[in-house]
């Protein structure tokens, strides 16, 4: 099975700042990777796919990059909408897996 | 609109089988490249890949559950279910299920969730 790594657990961050989360695969997955951003109550959103491709009607302030085993995932200009945990996904081989999640806090 | 809703028990004793169900609409499940995956949270933890059922009825399943998971799905009702078997309380968490509709294998909408507790 192929292991995604995903970094940081956690962060705190301020309104405007840049965040960047990393996830590198354990094996090269190509560009067959996305990343969710899940809020309680709410079902997880798709983001970013195929690496670097933004679902439609996702902010421009989300973006995806990285192919083989690292990539990363930035959000510009951080809004307070945008607490949330946030999550990588391959879906090279299966069985797919996930990262362990970031969760971003808000200053 | 494509909308999957999940439900199912709330509560399961261990030992017990879990059946969860899986209600799509705004897609059909036997449209070409359409999947339909489960996933799990237990509380506080991370997102788990579960199972994967295809529009052709092909089925995949994560190695360490595999032996207990049964994927299924009943095109006329547009429903996909999925069988746990011998629950036990670290099984516990919110499930959910999303669907792929191709071209990308990404999970492009997926359900709320529904919470399971397994207790006795």
């Known amino acids: 099975d192929i292991q995604m790594t995903q970094s940081p657990s956690s962060l705190s961050a301020s309104i405007g700042d840049r965040v960047t989360i990393t996830c590198q695969a354990s094996h090269d997955i190509r560009n067959y990777l996305s990343w969710y951003q899940l809020k309680p109550g709410k079902a997880p959103k798709l983001l970013i796919y195929d690496a670097s491709n933004l679902d439609t009607g996702v902010p421009s302030r989300f973006s995806g990059s990285g192919s083989g085993t690292d990539f990363s995932f930035t959000i510009n200009s951080l809004q307070p909408e945008d607490l949330a945990t946030y999550y990588c996904h391959h879906y090279a081989d299966l069985p797919y897996s996930f990262g362990q999640g970031t969760r971003l806090e808000i200053k | 609109q494509v909308t999957l809703k999940e439900s199912g028990p709330a509560l399961v004793k261990p030992t017990q089988t879990l059946t969860l169900t899986c209600t799509c609409s705004?897609?059909?499940?036997?449209?070409?490249?359409?999947?339909v995956t489960w996933i799990r949270q237990p509380p506080g933890k991370a997102l788990e890949w579960l199972a994967r059922?295809?529009?052709?009825?092909?089925?995949f399943y994560s190695n360490s559950l595999k032996t207990r998971l049964s994927i299924s799905k009943d095109t006329s009702k547009n429903q996909v279910f999925l069988t746990m078997t011998n629950m036990h309380p670290v099984d516990t968490g919110t499930y959910y299920c999303a669907v792929t509709r191709g071209p990308s294998l990404t999970l492009d909408s997926w359900g709320q969730g529904t919470l399971v507790t397994v207790s006795s």
């Open positions: 059922i295809d529009w052709d009825d092909d089925k």
């Open positions: 705004g897609f059909s499940l036997t449209t070409k490249r359409t999947r």
